[in-house]
């Protein structure tokens, strides 16, 4: 009998019996896509049931699924959200952005007829699955993401969606979404993260992530690169060489590939505009802006009909149709408090630049970084990335993966000796909820504490990795209404 009592046991047990790598790391990857076929075969195979768009990347991924996914809704389409990882609950993987106005299956897209609706799975529909499958997940040995996918796949068929917009775990060629068989697939950047994984070079990388790219379907590639583009060109060229309507043709070939960065896709003529006004923030949402353009002109040309000619007011209010968090997100504003899972060198420069810009122009007072991350991550090659000037509070999340504060600020400290950088304004704290203490602490010390104006006063940035913005955010819920900030 399902209760909430039951449904929190029933997740607890599914992150300990079958380990996530957002907690475990390494020790939860399972490269390969067998189980996850032959579990998807038992269950018929939910996710031929409606379109899909496959998008990999080191960055970028769950920004630009979220704003094609809001753009689609906003055509009177159900569109089904996969993104990974959580923040707070577990059902934030999976969503449904439905545009059809509570019309059912047979009324077909309503085109603006009302503002799209979004909601998560319900915590009985996740207890159903679970319970359902559950001694079939241990006969098969499935691991957390490939339960937690398919669960996705088979809640989109059962509410019925149009489209669906899948995110990958990691990599992209052995990634238990590589299962579908998309309309379109999406590569936003390649970084050097996961090398353990993935490989050492940038072109190791690409070849992972460019296995999403599946015969006869289109593929945009956000960031294009000596090092990676002949990756992506060779794997669209191999994989349609026995495509028929292909294979006579190089030229034709090569149409299925766009770089967004090499294109001026349709309303890029207003793209600043666009990023004053949308509500995914930061400088790096430039570069997903291009992708999603380039993408929706694909779509429109593989779709005829499919998308509006002017997505803007969809993109603009992206993150708030789709429930998307915690990318360059202003979480309070006395002070202002600034949270962003960015995590790599990759992403994190561009953050780490528009924070130094922020602090020489005055747009902040003060600014204090709130730094966490994993065992697993290069951290090192982020310290030249970070602003000169601010403070700094190292800490560390809960888990195995998480990195001892101390021992990231002995590296850092390390760092600012070898460079003749400064480091008189460094602290490290043993848990999230001290951190955010000493953090407001410092912006209060810089003065100007109550200021609630986004510019001119104190700034806090946390980031560094998912965890700690996760555990920043359940700490902020009850500093809010301690101090009762709007």
């Known amino acids: 009998m399902f209760s909430e009592k039951e449904y929190d046991r029933m997740i607890g047990d599914l992150f300990v019996r079958f380990p996530s790598f957002q907690k475990d790391g ?8 067998a189980g996850m076929e032959f579990f998807d075969s038992l269950n018929g195979h939910p996710h031929t049931k409606y379109k899909t768009i496959h998008v990999a990347g080191t960055n970028g991924k769950g920004s630009v699924c979220s704003m094609l996914a809001s753009i ?27 545009g ?24 009985k529909e996740v207890w159903d699955f679970l319970r359902r499958w559950g001694e079939t997940f241990d006969h098969l040995d499935l691991s957390f993401f490939e339960i937690t996918t398919s669960m996705a796949f088979d809640w989109f068929a059962s509410r019925n969606v149009d489209v669906a917009v899948i995110e990958t775990g990691l990599g992209g060629r052995l990634d238990s979404t590589n299962i579908i068989s998309p ?40 960031e294009s690169s000596p090092e990676t583009d002949p990756v992506f060109d060779r ?3 191999y994989s349609n060489l026995s495509v028929p309507e292909y294979m006579a043709c ?8 766009v770089y967004a960065d090499k294109t001026v896709p349709a309303c890029w ?16 949402q430039e570069k997903n802006l291009r992708t999603v353009l380039a993408a929706a002109d694909m779509l429109r040309r593989i779709l005829p009909g499919m998308l509006p000619d002017d997505p803007s007011e969809a993109i603009e209010h992206a993150a708030v149709r789709t429930g998307f968090h915690g990318r360059w997100e202003t979480v309070c504003s006395s002070p202002r408090i600034i949270c962003d899972i960015g995590h790599n060198a990759h992403g994190l420069k561009y953050n780490f630049h528009q924070l130094a810009k922020m602090l020489a122009g005055g747009e902040c007072s003060s600014l204090t970084v709130v730094y966490g991350t994993v065992s697993d991550k290069d951290y090192e090659s982020v310290f030249p990335l970070m602003p000169d000037g601010a403070a700094y509070v190292f800490t560390n999340a809960s888990g195995r993966r998480a990195c001892p504060a101390s ?35 410092l912006a209060v010390s810089a003065g100007g504490a109550g200021c609630p104006d986004k510019t001119g006063g104190p700034m806090i940035y946390v980031g560094g990795s998912t965890y700690v913005v996760s555990e920043a955010l359940v700490w902020l819920e009850e500093y809010l209404k301690r101090i009762k900030c709007e």
């Open 100 to 123: 059809r106005c509570g019309q059912d299956s047979g009324a077909g897209p309503q085109r603006h007829a009302c503002a799209p609706e979004l909601y998560y799975i319900e915590k």
């Open 72 to 98: 689609l809704a906003s055509a009177g389409y159900r569109v089904g959200l996969y993104t990974s990882p959580h923040l707070l609950d577990f059902r934030e993987r999976m969503r449904i952005i439905d």
């Open 183 to 222: 309309v379109m697939s999406i590569i936003t950047n390649i970084g050097l993260d996961h090398c353990d994984m993935l490989g050492n070079t940038l072109s190791e990388i690409a070849f992972e992530k460019a296995g999403i790219i599946k015969p006869a379907v289109p593929a945009v590639v956000g």
């Open 269 to 284: 003529d207003r793209h600043e505009e666009l990023l004053e006004r949308m509500d995914l923030k930061g400088e790096y």
């Open 235 to 237: 794997k669209v060229l």
């Open 26 to 33: 390494t020790s939860a990857y399972k490269p390969g896509i």
């Open 250 to 257: 190089r030229t034709r070939i090569m149409s299925l590939l």
């Open 407 to 441: 021992a990231v600020m002995e590296k850092y400290i390390g760092y600012c000796e070898a460079a003749g950088r400064g480091h008189g304004n460094v602290f490290a704290e043993g848990s999230v909820a001290m951190a955010m203490e000493k953090a407001v602490a």
